[in-house]
């Protein structure tokens, strides 16, 4: 079996799921970040589909970027944050990555869930 990456934002300000906030991936490859997806959170802050297939997942390490900033910035809410770089690394080919997101327009926490 196959592992694969997902994330779910929940936006503590509100209380909600952070519906509409976009999420790129990249992968870190020494020097170099290269992109590989950009997806946009569902109704229930997750995305519609995994933002790493089985068929794509590697051992590696990623940046998960969440654009928190124009997140917040379409209903004109003050921010302090705006794009938040989560760093990580897979090492296990078999399991779920799973990267949760905690944030408000002031701060955010992570970790790895499950």
Known sequence: MSGYLTTHVLDTASGLPAAGMTVDLFRLDGAARVHVVTMVTNDDG??????LPAADFAIG???LLFQAGAYFGRDDTPCFLDDIPIRFGINDPASHYH??????PFSFSTYRGS
Request: no cysteine; proline share 13%.
């Open 46 to 51: 997750r995305t519609d589909s995994p933002i």
């Open 61 to 63: 390490r990623y940046e």
């Open 99 to 104: 990267v949760p997101l905690l944030v408000s």
